[in-house]
């Protein structure tokens, strides 16, 4: 009987969510099933860029925009908006050997690629990358945070040096700290490591792997860098990134550190502290020799728009990626179209049935942005492109609402976000969602850095209000219980595999309840002239004020 009661509980819920919002549109879950099976459909080829998917999951989106009754909001040519955003996209592969050459003391022995380092194909812009005896210099976290009076660098010169530096923040080990404990703030990601190394001209930058600090095993490292690498067609490639990009196995570099006559741990207890400076590894050189094949292919966002009636400049995003990993290694079954039904037709039936319900809804006071974003998969690049090519400028983009694998099951009785941030979008979210007696579960993995691995973050990263809105676990039927069995099962079964398929029997109708939320925060926000900020002490917080003149 408890099962009945929780559906009846679940029912009655929904039935006084229809009575308290009587006003506003409602979404239909038959319409989200249906987009969620055309989009991972075998027809539609796991949906990868630059490949046929990708012209079949352009023209399916465009087609629904337009018949949700939007205009086009993407790239401007003679006056007028076209449905896309071109999105020019640099790809990296490793040609030939990776030959590592370590010398200690005089001795010089042969690294492998793949078991002792994980050497990216280079991104900078080079077609060979080679260096002879390059020192090597400890710089700790590799953490410059003005906010929180922190720097690593102490004035080192990094050009010509490779920087060796440690995942994750200063305070992962210990708990409590400058940086939030255990949360990961962006200084510990390992995007903003080998950022911060070019920005100070380093000739290479290599991170310690260690498996608690960086979330996964060496597997995952060796696995994701040594194969093709993308990134947005740049104009000054090397200041993001440096000849160099690779990672170490922890023993490794701790024997390098022996034969400098240092103490990695010791060193690493350093690192933790304000006082620590930047020390060479004496006597310990690596030299590098290996070709890298760089070509630009070319793929689309696609970008739909309710314009605004009274001040159109001002947007809000409702963002997701329509891409997935296409066509690739065969399953056991033989299988090898990856469909990414969950990850992420989800995310982009979310869309549409938001596209729908602002179509047929009089014009709000700002404009509504329909963002559907190229090449998540290959490292956020298409929202990334967007983020520094944007349409409409990000002083007066208000928010971002990002929507990423989200559950095509039942109602859950709380949601979540990708990671952990604090700002008042997140705050307006909890707020709203009382009126569904929904509630916010904070993320359990805060240290994971989800908050650092969705399309909201090239946004956030420069200062815009954004979130990833995830679906709860705490299932109306079946509770916590079921619903983390349902995600556990997903992550070792069909993520990013070619088993993430449409499945018939998913109601859909957690995701419609999900989507009146959604539309009361967006819509909310969209008829008023508020600007949520980050929190004082967000990294963010820097970023969005200095462009605060711009929203007087």
Known sequence: ??????????????????????????????????????????????????????????????????????????????????????????????????????????????????????????????????????????????????????????????????????????????????????????????????????????????????????????????????????????????????????????????????????????????????????????????????????????????????EGAKRPGEVIVYSGHWDHLGVGQPDAQGDKIYNGAVDNATGIAAMLELARAYGKQPAPDRSIVFLAVTAEEKGLLGSEYYA?????????????????????RGPSRDFNISGSAKLELLDRLVAKAKGWNMRYSPDPKPEAGYFFRSDHFPFAKRGVPAISFGSGNDWVEGGVKAGKASEEAYTEKNYHQPSDEFDPTWSFTGMARDLELLYAVGAELANSTVWPNWSPDSEFRAARDQSAAQRK
């Open 1 to 306: 009987m408890k099962n009945t009661g929780s559906v009846l509980l679940g029912l009655a819920s929904l039935v006084s969510l229809s009575a308290q919002a009587a006003d506003a549109p409602s979404f239909d879950p038959r319409r989200l099933s249906q987009d969620v099976k055309v989009l991972s459909s075998d027809e539609f080829e796991g949906r990868g860029p630059n490949t046929a998917g990708e012209t079949k999951t352009v023209d399916y989106l465009v087609q629904q925009f337009k018949a949700a009754g939007l205009a086009p909001g993407g790239d401007l040519s003679g006056g007028k908006r076209a449905w896309t955003q071109d999105v020019p996209l640099g790809r990296f592969e490793i040609k030939g050997p990776v030959k590592l050459v370590l010398s200690e003391g005089g001795k010089t022995r042969e690294l492998k690629q793949g078991p002792d380092m994980a050497v990216r194909a280079s991104m900078s812009g080079l077609k060979q990358v080679s260096f002879k005896n390059a020192p090597l210099v400890f710089v700790g976290y590799g953490v410059t945070a003005p906010e929180r009076k922190w720097d690593d660098f102490k004035g080192m010169d990094l050009k010509g040096k490779l920087a060796v530096v440690l995942i994750n923040d200063p305070d992962f080990e210990t708990g409590q700290g400058e940086f939030g404990g255990k949360a990961m703030t962006y200084y510990g990601r390992w995007t903003y490591k080998y950022e911060e190394m070019a920005r100070r001209g380093a000739l290479g930058t290599i991170i310690v792997h260690e498996t608690a600090p960086a979330s996964y095993g060496w597997p995952t490292v060796q696995n994701s860098n040594t194969n093709v690498m993308y990134d947005v067609v740049r104009k000054e490639p090397r200041k993001s990134h440096a000849p160099m990009e690779a990672w170490i196995q922890r023993d490794l570099a701790a024997g390098m550190f022996k034969s400098a006559g240092l103490d990695f741990e010791a060193l690493k207890k350093q690192a933790q502290t304000r006082d620590f400076k930047p020390v060479e590894l004496k006597g310990v050189n690596l030299s590098a020799d290996y070709a890298v094949d760089a070509q630009v292919i070319k793929s689309k966002n696609v970008v739909a728009i309710r």
């Open 388 to 408: 520094s090519n944007p349409l409409y400028p990000l002083a007066s983009t208000v928010g971002v609402i990002n929507m990423d694998a989200l559950s095509p």
